[in-house]
């Protein structure tokens, strides 16, 4: 009971602090925030922007979604909410706006990949 409190804890904050950066994104309007995520202790990076398509990486039961990006580079997605939200845009090119997480986020687990973990903070379907 105490570790599914503490993971229903640390994904309400995590949601908040997201919620901050894509505020102060948008409020500023620009392309080089940086941002600390002290819920994970995750530093993140710029945002830049990546168009490629969501992909589902692993095997059941350990399956999660990722970007692949017009130039194969492969990003895990981060947080959980993001990535179920993410799949149901398989089979679609989209342009994203994401930030980089700098360093491993303890609740991905073994979920990585070689491009690095994003967060994405705004998505549009190309085609």
């Known amino acids: 009971m105490k570790s599914i409190l503490n993971v ?17 994104a948008t409020a500023n309007k620009t392309e080089n925030t940086a941002v600390m995520d002290i819920t994970e202790g995750a530093v993140v990076e710029n945002t830049v922007t990546i ?11 350990n399956i999660f979604a990722g970007i692949v990006s ?6 895990a997605i981060y947080p959980p909410e993001k990535e179920n939200e993410l799949r ?7 342009r994203f706006t994401v ?3 700098k360093e491993p986020v303890q609740s991905l687990g073994s979920l990585s990949l070689k491009g690095g973990t994003v967060t994405p903070v705004a998505w549009e379907v190309v085609r």
Do not use: H, M, N
Request: proline fraction near 2%; aromatic fraction near 12%; hydrophobic fraction near 50%.
């Open 51 to 61: 168009t490629g398509r969501v992909v589902i990486f692993g095997s059941e039961p």
């Open 8 to 24: 229903f804890v640390k994904t309400i904050i995590a949601v908040a602090v997201l919620t901050v950066v894509v505020s102060c």
């Open 99 to 101: 930030v980089f997480i």
């Open 70 to 75: 017009e130039d194969g580079k492969q990003y």
């Open 88 to 94: 149901g845009l398989q089979g679609y090119l989209i």
